[in-house]
Nanobody
Framework: VQLQASGGGLVQAGGSLRLSCAASGRTFRNYAVGWFRQAPGKEREFVAAIAWSGSTTYAESVKGRFTISRDNAKNTMYLQMNSLKPEDTAVYYC????????????????????WGQGTLVTVSS
């Protein structure tokens, strides 16, 4: 399984970015996928995830500002990020849950076996 994240960049506070993550090597539609991020000097943290069924879950810090979605026909997931804040600055990683057809979306990294290379998002104040 390979995941390729893209879409990061430099944006001013209040701006928007859309991250993409293209997957290959597995039946993408059967698995939950998620986004995590790691800010400088901090541990990686959960951002958002979407189940095979389309149900979603978000970290409290991004709820109402970020939207996760998926296009199973394109084997691609997205993270639309609006109203960005300087504290959103981080390397963003996409990941694929190792379990098929799970109704509950996992927030813990341990359930995600496959990871993209990360894309840097920098939000200037």
């Amino acid at each position: 399984v390979q995941l390729q994240a893209s879409g990061g960049g430099l944006v001013q506070a209040g701006g928007s970015l859309r991250l993409s993550c293209a997957a290959s090597g597995r039946t993408f539609r059967n698995y939950a996928v998620g986004w995590f991020r790691q800010a400088p000097g901090k541990e990686r943290e959960f951002v958002a995830a979407i189940a095979w069924s389309g149900s979603t879950t978000y970290a409290e810090s991004v709820k109402g500002r970020f939207t996760i979605s998926r296009d199973n026909a394109k084997n691609t997931m997205y993270l639309q990020m609006n109203s960005l804040k300087p504290e959103d600055t981080a390397v963003y990683y996409c990941a694929l849950d190792r379990r098929e057809f799970m109704g509950v979306v996992a927030r813990a990294e341990g359930y995600y076996d496959y990871w993209g290379q990360g894309t840097l998002v920098t939000v200037s104040s």
